[in-house]
């Protein structure tokens, strides 16, 4: 493969055998010419090259970075920072366990040779600051000051964190969660100062390869610890955090400053080329391929052979493990591979489909050497194939003769049982003759089952078809392969299967793979094949669990903060039915309100279940956010196109808006005629000052561009298809009076169970001022960002029924037992109806 070559540097390599006095100078410039078709043309002479070129290796390549950010720190880091955080629960968890631990170890070292402890203490005392300053004066000599420095800030920033962890912790929150990490003595701390900026040293420096170093500080580091447990003044559990926030301070400041780049340079190798015998000419850098450094190689000799050279650096191999874990995790594949590969059992994949694809008579290119490159890198010498990636390819030049090859690539592969597992348009070159090639070899495996010899045809279907369409990459198939075995991908032919590029293009075309499987079922019509569940779980599976997790941890210290008994004691039950009634009916008006601002016909039934599902939803959101995602969903899936659904979406609640602001406008200046009311809520008057001041604060933020144009661009892409919509609907007079019929009844049913709730503790209010302040509890709880308005909502409706008049124990009751009915009793059956519509595919 050919790229296109970049702005570089040259590094010339010192051929073997040749002094390095007699190195030729090279330019750092050169051109090169693109193939017209398949294949490339012949490259005009370059340095290097020709009979009369001087046979002197060189590089040219970008400048690669003083430093880097490594992955593995990245994740060391994280998992140092969850070790804290699990010891923290573990204290509070297992207390038992670990005071029965701390006694065990206290009585142990009682039975020490008090002489053997008294010289622990005494090297450890000594030893855990002398090592460290004895390794940074070797450094030093050494001529490794950046690497000490980087040691030095980790040292420091533990230094500070742990003093103000420690003075913190213990004189602001005593009994805190820190603090019990000091069990074992009074004069504890739950963290130490004198072993926490050692271990972040440590860890910073990276002393890998010194073992004797190593060595000597961690004993120190133990002693140090055993000398605190003798003495009480640390704890098994405090020295374990200790470590684990160490380790997290160094393995931060690693990230954060970053490492010097271990990356061998193109040099290197060069130099290892050399020694496989391969005699490089000149090299230069192509672009990476997923983080993989690849270098086209001109060797010595009459021909010039060209090589594609692909460097397997050592600190990527941790690159994207988040993403294969999940993969892992989550797919039924049954596939060999591992989250985490080691440099070499990477190097020994690859060269082994290498080899095997090239026994099997696959066109391949063929390798011819792997070799280490120091300890960081290694790397696989293969012939270069002397054409284009399918991605490169214009559409014109992706002949019938092509396609039809690229599957008899596939079926031998096949027959030798080799999944590709990456058959993406960079896995596919087309040669100066029109002939297929795979390459990219480095996810392959041998010996594949079943299952990924289909997933191999579902994605090289799926990539075909992003090229040159559905029906002509079936075609093609279905002439090499036969209709029988394309129907076995017609169950793989979704997402998850496909790799992470391939999914990315479908978001452009939505359909195609639909239009795949018609394609197939059109050679087979009769063929049935069993579907294929890829998923150990789906990620709304996870969503549920939280969601049901979250709301145990919510629902269970609410009850329990609630008298029961005192509330069935006094409670008149026949205004608790009438309040009940009232909260059952607000999810039918629910069901009306969406269903009469939607033109397309919905079921009454399963809208209904919608808005119960919802009730169990808005326990992990605001509520102002649930109602509409789920709505917006339950649209999509009933047939109602993604633009109008959240049209319709938004209708509803732009005209549940602007019902209630007329609502609280209207029963506000009633409520301030009243002259009960007067005297107890805030009379009309005031309300009007409020609007007035709301209008003028409106008015000043238009008045400046900034925020007019940011306003403006919000509630365009909020109510962008709300005109239009409601257009639709008000050509339907039974729709209209639907959806407004709904919407007045939402209001009427929650303020029928506030009064209820309120009557059935024996307190009574005038009914335009229950709507009023049901009104403001409402709009704050919209505005709240807590799940389902969760505090904002009883706060408000609390104060505003003890203003009105109300008793605050009255207030109290009757708010715990309206939130009881319309908040936290449907949770149960809303999560009931949010698993049966995620089963019928609904939501």
Partial sequence: MTAARDHAVTRPVASPGRPAGEESQVHAEESAQRPAACGPQTDAAAPGEGPHAAAVPFVQEPSQPQRIRRPADAFKFAGSVAGVVGMLLLVNVAQGTTQGLQTDIQEGTRLAPHLLLSLATLISSFGVLAVPVAFAVDRLIRRDGLRLAVGLLAAV??????????????????????????????????????????????????????????????????????????????????????????????????????????????????????????????????????EVRRYEVTTAGPQGRRLEVIVLDRDQQTAGLLYRVWRLVRLRDRSTRRAVRSLRRSLEQESLMAYALHAAGVRTPRLLGTSEVGTEAALLAYEQVPGRTLAELDDAEISDAFLTDIWRQLQVMQRARLAHRRLEPQAIVCDAAGAAWIVDLRAGETAANDLLLRLDLAQLLTTLALRVGAERAVRSAARVLGAQALATAVPLLQPVALHRGTRAALRQDRELLT????????????????????????????????????????????????????????????????????????????????????????????????????????????????????????????????????????????VGLAVHVLLLVLFGFITGSSAHATENLAPSPVIVIVLLAVAVTAGVAAAIPAVRRMAVRRLRSMFSGVVPRLADVVQSPRKLATGFGGTLLLTVGFVVCLDASIRAFGGELEWSAVMVVFLTGNALGSAAPTPGGLGAVEGALSVGLTISGLPAETATSAVLLFRLLTFWLPVLPGWAAFAYLQRKEAI
């Fill in 157 to 290: 920033l533990a230094f500070a964190l742990t003093v103000v962890l420690d003075g913190w912790e213990i004189s602001a929150a005593p009994g805190g969660v820190l603090d019990s990490l000091i069990w074992g003595g009074t004069h504890t701390v739950p963290l130490h100062t004198d072993i926490t900026p050692v271990i972040a040293f440590v860890t910073a420096v990276r002393m890998t390869g010194r073992p004797r170093w190593q060595a000597a500080i961690w004993t120190m580091i133990a002693l140090a610890a055993l000398t605190g447990l003798t003495a009480q003044y640390a704890s098994v559990t405090a020295l374990v955090a200790t470590y684990f926030l160490g380790r997290a301070i160094g393995y931060g400041t690693l990230y954060a400053v970053g490492t010097p780049n271990p990356r061998p340079p193109g040099t290197a190798v060069m130099a290892a080329l050399s020694r496989l015998g391969l005699q490089p000419v000149r090299a230069h850098r192509l672009p990476d391929l997923d």
């Fill in 515 to 654: 239009r795949i499987r018609e394609q197939i079922v059109r050679l087979e019509p009769e063929i049935e094949v069993a579907p294929v569940n890829l998923e150990r779980f789906r990620p709304r599976t996870i969503v549920s669990i939280v969601a049901l997790t979250i709301a145990a941890y919510i629902v269970f210290p609410q009850l329990s903060n609630v008298d029961i008994g005192g509330l069935v004691a006094r409670a008149q039950w026949w205004w608790v039915a009438v309040a009940a009634a009232g909260a059952a009916a607000t999810y039918l008006a629910a069901a009306w309100m969406l269903m009469g601002f939607v033109p397309e016909r919905l079921p009454l039934g399963r809208t209904l279940l919608v808005q119960l599902a919802a009730s169990f939803v808005k326990l992990v959101a605001p509520a102002a956010v649930t109602g509409v995602a789920l709505n917006t969903r339950y649209l999509q899936r009933a047939g109602v196109r993604p633009g109008p659904a959240v049209a319709s979406v938004s209708a509803s609640q732009l």
